[in-house]
């Protein structure tokens, strides 16, 4: 008895003396004292890594410990093109998570009020590719250690930073991908590269919905994925922003800084500085694990619609990582297997590297960004009445300009609406199609970087783009440097006017240079309204006057078999609120100029059925742009075709047939002859780029091509070392200029793009004969054709004045070739409408 009681005595006062020593310690004040958070291994069932997650697992995971642990909050930033959700966990000590508001008030300081505040904000977003899923996994791995930890540099980095992470940037590519992999994954691994586990098939899972590389879309925007992802960025204004991808298997692994040479010179010296003094916290994370690595090679910092650029534009340091990627569990290379469990470890340890570096150089952070946005705010800009700036015009489409003051928004650049029309350098900018964005602004870096034009580089070699002015990309009219009053702007547009019309009108006329035209021509297809185009220019009196009409104008005339002149009437003021396109009205079909109402010279336009070709060999990015414009944009019923399958296709169920880059070498003799038949009987055929090859070894395209093969003889390799070789290819390539076409404005492919020049993007080596007959070409590049980006000299002298779009007439139908995407990257808002002209004006010609 005396035994237990002395035992039971220790164990009282041993447990005193514990009791003691939390209260000394305020055990029991601790946010986290009591606090369960289930562990990514606990929550699954199964180790981390050992199948791959799809998002929907990422997504209920951080809603769980969001749930179970005061460190965690959610941020929301809408859904996917597939309504999938995009979250970011806000990972944060329980008294900051307690006034995010105010944090967050405070974020917007340093760029509109000149003043640095708050915690510091650090960014580690992963798998904005899809197929490079390593990171996702790191993600939920760092945010549950971050989450329960109490170590001491965790417990001081919670209290001086707010970390957001994004494990899944990419939701519909990633499921894409993770269901494939899965699916292939055996009890046993295989590490063989050629096993399907790691091929994957078309399209892979790196692109979204669309197909689009949602990593060349920072600027852009075209995507519902990075506009949230934007917005989440001017939100918080982070310090520091870590950008993890996955590269092929045979690499080791990669940290910022990139090639000195290829950092795009708007970036700051001192951005470089901070990336190169973190890059040695990563490089001591990896040593420690004895994982091998490189830098200042390969990638650059160059184009800003990157997730590890766009931030060097807009006050923080981007860090772009990328990890040997086993592309399923694991794969053999060049340096031994490449394990899936290892990658997520390697992403976790420069997680944790950014984070200590981030920590450790905070007040340098801080003083950078408050540098960079030094003078810039709203307030020093606006004590002067009187500012320059760029005074931009669409051109008589206020439905592109529109495009453009949503995009410029959402990169919270500043711009104004004029408030009366206003001419400059013989170039009139009127109300409805103008705006004016001043130089002196918070976000002028940025501006002057989406409109940045130069053709002198000192590395020729580009890791993408070498230019993306917005000037080309939207084909405005532009002066720079205009000094205006801010009395004569406006921060709001001009209303839009509903239009009206007397029952005594005969027709009714839309301009057909209005982007949304296109549009809302599609809805009254879809309807069965009959809509006819003007082949050649017109004109007619009108209530104010003569009123002139270019060749395009869409016709709808009132008197139609299947629909009252009313419901007609009815509709199209419907759509033409809804897209905001004017409508005029008249009361006659006599024109005082030019053709008639009634002539055979308005033709009409008949529904279309188009078909896309896709499957592995075609572009996964250009196909993704034609379905993207068809769909999305144009709102038609559009049907996709693998390669594969075209020989079951009954090709005359559709009117159009869209061939996108690619090699399309494996199509049969038989499919080319049919092919060839659709366009005889009437349908049209349009192929860009890649596609024009197979067409040409077909006999389906008259017109002689020039390749890669014609083009390189004209670079001379001699006297050159073998160091000069890797410079002498990048001088070969073409990584993305833009080039400016000269447009034969009488042929309907160039109807409604705005006079005779059209800026359009160049990606690849290849080109017409000057031989090609005169009456097919509807557009040649310029003399002088570069405007902006690289493009070797050889390269520009032998396309001056050679054709760059086609238009090979076939019995009833046509083929329409183009040597350059004109869609590229769904940006190139100055030109798609020429697709539209293939479209619904091409088959009514034949």
């Not at 008895?1 to 005193?16: D, H, K, N, T």
């Not at 405070?106 to 640095?116: A, D, E, F, N, V």
Request: glycine fraction near 6%.
């Amino acid at each position: 008895m005396l035994r237990i009681c002395l035992v039971s005595l220790c164990a009282f006062l041993l447990s005193c003396s514990f009791f003691a020593e939390a209260k000394k310690t305020r055990l029991t004040d601790s946010p986290l004292y009591g606090v369960s958070t289930v562990s990514p291994e606990e929550f699954l069932g199964y180790p981390l890594g050992e199948r791959l997650l799809r998002h929907d697992q990422i997504n209920y995971y951080l809603k769980e410990i969001a749930k179970q642990n005061p460190r965690v909050s959610l941020e929301n930033t809408g859904k996917s093109h597939e309504a999938r959700q995009q979250l970011t966990a806000v990972i944060t000590s329980v008294e900051n998570q307690k006034k995010l508001d105010e944090i967050l008030a405070q974020r917007q300081q340093i760029k509109y009020l000149g003043k640095q505040g708050g915690p510091l904000i650090i960014w580690l977003a992963y798998s904005i590719h899809g197929d490079e899923i390593s990171g996702a996994h790191s993600a939920l791995k760092l945010s549950h250690m971050l989450a329960t930890s109490e170590d001491k540099w965790v417990n001081e980095l919670l209290e001086q930073a707010v970390i957001l992470i994004t494990p899944s940037q990419n939701p519909d590519g990633l499921d894409r991908f993770s269901t494939w992999a899965n699916g292939y994954a055996g009890k046993v691994v295989v590490s063989d590269p050629n096993h399907k586990e790691h091929k994957q098939g078309w399209p892979t899972g790196r692109s979204n919905h669309y197909f689009a590389d949602l990593n060349r879309d920072w600027l852009f925007l075209r995507h519902p994925e990075s506009r949230g992802r934007v917005a989440l960025f001017h939100r918080w204004q982070p310090h520091y922003v870590g950008d993890f991808h996955e590269m092929g298997h045979n690499y080791s692994y990669f940290f910022q800084p990139g090639v000195p040479e290829r950092t795009h010179p708007l970036t700051p010296a001192g951005n470089q500085k901070l990336t190169a003094k973190l890059a040695a916290y990563h490089q001591a994370a990896l040593d420690d694990k004895k994982q091998s690595y490189f830098s200042r090679q390969l990638f650059d910092d160059f184009f800003y619609g990157k997730g590890s650029t766009y931030p060097d534009i807009n006050g923080a340091i981007g860090v772009l990582f990328e990890q040997a990627s086993a592309r399923g569990q694991q794969q053999d290379s060049i340096n031994g297997v490449v394990h899936f469990q290892e990658a997520i470890d390697n992403q976790y340890a420069t997680s944790i590297s950014s984070l200590k570096g981030a920590l450790a150089l905070k007040s340098e952070l801080e003083q950078y960004q408050a540098e960079f946005f030094k003078g810039k705010h709203q307030k020093a800009m606006r004590k002067k009445p009187r500012q320059a700036g760029l005074l931009l015009s669409t051109n008589n489409d206020p439905s592109r300009i529109r495009a453009l003051t949503n995009l410029l928004s959402q990169h919270q650049i500043e711009y104004y609406y004029l408030t009366n029309k206003l001419t400059q350098g013989g170039i009139d900018f009127d109300v409805d199609s103008s705006i004016f964005i001043p130089n002196k602004q918070a976000q002028s870096a940025l501006l002057s970087a989406m409109f940045d034009d130069r053709t002198e580089f000192i590395d020729p070699t580009f890791y993408d783009i070498s230019t993306w002015n917005l000037q080309h990309a939207f084909n405005l009219s532009l002066r720079r440097n205009v000094k205006l009053e801010l009395s004569v702007l406006s921060q709001t547009p001009a209303p839009f006017s509903a239009p009206t019309w007397s029952d005594d009108a005969v027709a009714l006329l839309i301009d057909w240079r209005d982007s949304q035209a296109a549009v809302l021509l599609q809805q009254l297809l879809n309807q069965g309204v009959k809509v006819k185009f003007a082949a050649t220019a017109f004109s007619i009196k009108g209530n104010d006057g003569e009123l002139d009409f270019a060749s395009g104008t869409l016709q709808i005339p009132l008197k139609q078999d299947n629909f009252s002149a009313s419901e007609i009437s009815l509709r199209v003021k419907q759509l033409a609120q809804e897209f905001k396109v004017d409508v005029i009205a008249t009361n006659t079909s006599g024109a005082t100029k030019g053709i008639d109402l009634g002539s055979p010279d308005f033709k009409l336009i008949k529904p279309i059925r188009p078909l896309i070709v896709s499957g592995k060999g075609t572009s996964i990015a250009e196909v993704g742009q034609l379905w993207y414009y068809l769909d999305n944009t144009l709102g038609i019923a559009t049907t996709l075709v693998d390669l594969n399958s075209l020989s079951s296709i009954t090709l005359s169920d559709y009117s159009h047939v869209l061939l996108a880059d690619g090699n399309y070498q494996n199509l049969s003799d038989r499919f080319a002859r049919k092919l060839g038949q659709f366009a005889s009987e009437g349908g049209v055929v349009i192929a860009q780029k890649g596609a024009l090859n197979w067409l040409s070894d077909s006999n389906l395209l008259n017109t002689d091509l020039r390749s890669d093969r014609f083009y390189k003889q004209l670079f001379n390799a001699d006297g050159l070392s073998f160091e000069q070789q890797s410079d002498f290819k990048a001088k070969q390539q073409i990584g993305g200029a833009i080039v400016e076409l000269k447009l034969d404005t009488s042929h309907p492919i160039s109807f409604g793009l705005n006079g005779d020049r059209l800026p359009v993007m160049k990606n690849k080596v290849l080109g017409f004969s000057q031989s090609t007959k005169a009456f097919s070409v509807a557009g040649n590049y310029a003399s002088q054709p570069l405007l902006s980006g690289y493009l070797a000299k050889e390269y520009q002298s032998s396309f001056s004045d050679s054709p760059a779009i086609i238009i090979e007439s076939r019995n009833k139908g046509a083929v329409v070739a183009l040597a350059d995407n004109l869609l590229f990257r769904n940006i190139w808002l100055g030109a798609e409408k020429a697709y539209a002209n293939a479209l619904y004006f091409i088959p009514a010609l034949h």
